[in-house]
């Protein structure tokens, strides 16, 4: 099993800033992909922005774009996210995904137990 502890969520002001932290243990065999997936209420979870581990190649919804920035620290076998320019809409529980590889085609997901970002305008 994978734990992912996440860190970083709060409560801030239409034009701030937070940043997002997430460390991964346990049985990590072989990292693909670390995310950011978030679910506002009355909605379904949706990606935010995944980091490629192998290339560092990075995707973001188009929501965030230009606004959120994914980071990773492999030695800690962690991730961040870097949001600025909050808007209210970006308020949400912001889970943390590993994609653990177990052989080079199965994997399986993790999360994280969610941090909630409330922005307020």
């Known amino acids: 099993q994978v734990q992912l502890v996440e860190s970083g969520g709060g409560a801030v002001q239409a034009g701030g800033s937070l940043r997002l932290s997430c460390v991964a243990s346990?049985?990590?065999?072989?990292?693909?992909?670390m995310a950011w997936f978030r679910q506002a209420p009355g909605k379904e979870r949706a990606i935010v922005a995944v980091?490629?581990?192998?290339?560092?190649?990075?995707y973001y919804t188009d929501s965030v774009k230009g606004r959120f920035t994914i980071s990773r620290d492999n030695a800690k076998n962690s991730v961040y996210l870097h949001m600025n320019s909050l808007k209210p809409d970006d308020t949400a529980v912001y889970y943390c995904?590993?994609?653990?590889?177990?052989?080079?085609?199965?994997?399986?997901?993790?999360w994280g137990q969610g941090t909630q970002v409330t922005v307020s305008s």
């Open positions: 980091y490629r581990w192998y290339d560092g190649d990075t």
């Open positions: 995904n590993v994609r653990n590889y177990y052989t080079d085609y199965h994997w399986y997901d993790s």
């Open positions: 346990g049985h990590i065999f072989s990292i693909g992909r």
